[in-house]
């Protein structure tokens, strides 16, 4: 197989990020490779290459903050930017919550380089690519999704660290109102009375 675009892998595993750039070009045929582990090195990365096609394989755990924050940035830099998360996330609620942003494909990273060349073939016809793994743990999930946005998120993720309202709406750039609407909403989803349970709830469904 081979192809003429450019990727970038946003990935903390450096020896991850390291490995998968060597397969996308000894396999894949990618010209241009570059890797990153942190979101901001990454996004100058990307407003320096312009608005050019571009495979942007991106992970959902990301150090202080999630994948699914950095999409919107990404689109609005490079409409022409091909998202696929690469992940090690396996928790429904995850990769649900993952596809509701309209991703290009979402490979697990244990998945067969078969995958990773059917996941090229699907994005060429512009049709969603969702490796096997992940197919097979939504269709066997017994319960009904509950999908958390990326701000959500986010927030959730300041409250884990300790962080009050207010100190999280000035992290956010948000009001504490928002911020307060914000969590009254994740709490109603997960049917959770406390940010105690609710913190418990996107724990045990590896939401952080």
């Given at each position: 197989m081979k192809t003429t675009s450019h990727a970038v892998i946003l990935d903390d595993q450096k020896i991850v990020a390291?490995?998968?750039?060597?397969?996308?070009?000894?396999?894949?045929?990618?010209?241009?490779?570059?890797?990153?582990?942190?979101?901001?090195?990454?996004?100058?990365?990307?407003?320096?290459?312009?608005?050019?096609?571009?495979?942007?394989?991106?992970?959902?755990?990301l150090p202080n903050e999630n994948g699914l924050s950095l999409l919107t940035e990404i689109r609005r830099i490079n409409g022409d930017a091909k998202v696929i998360f690469l992940t090690g996330a396996t928790a429904p609620a995850v990769i649900s919550s993952i596809l509701q942003y309209r991703p290009e494909a979402v490979l697990s990273k244990s998945c067969e380089l078969s995958e990773v060349f059917a996941c090229f073939e699907a994005i060429k016809k512009k049709e969603l690519y969702i490796c096997s793994e992940f197919e097979r743990i939504l269709s066997t999930y017994d319960?009904?999704?509950?999908?958390?946005?990326?701000?959500?998120?986010?927030?959730?993720?300041?409250?884990?660290?300790?962080?009050?309202?207010a100190e999280t709406a000035s992290r956010t750039f948000l009001s504490p109102h928002t911020v307060v609407t914000h969590r009254r909403k994740m709490m109603?989803?997960?049917?959770?009375?406390?940010?105690?349970?609710?913190?418990?709830?996107?724990?045990?469904?590896?939401?952080i």
């Open positions: 390291f490995s998968f750039a060597l397969l996308l070009k000894r396999e894949c045929g990618i010209e241009l490779v570059q890797s990153f582990s942190q979101g901001s090195e990454f996004l100058q990365f990307l407003r320096a290459f312009g608005k050019q096609e571009l495979f942007v394989f991106l992970d959902y755990y319960k009904k999704i509950k999908t958390f946005t990326s701000r959500e998120i986010e927030v959730l993720q300041y409250f884990s660290e300790g962080y009050s309202v109603a989803k997960a049917e959770c009375q406390t940010i105690g349970q609710m913190l418990k709830y996107a724990r045990e469904h590896n939401l």
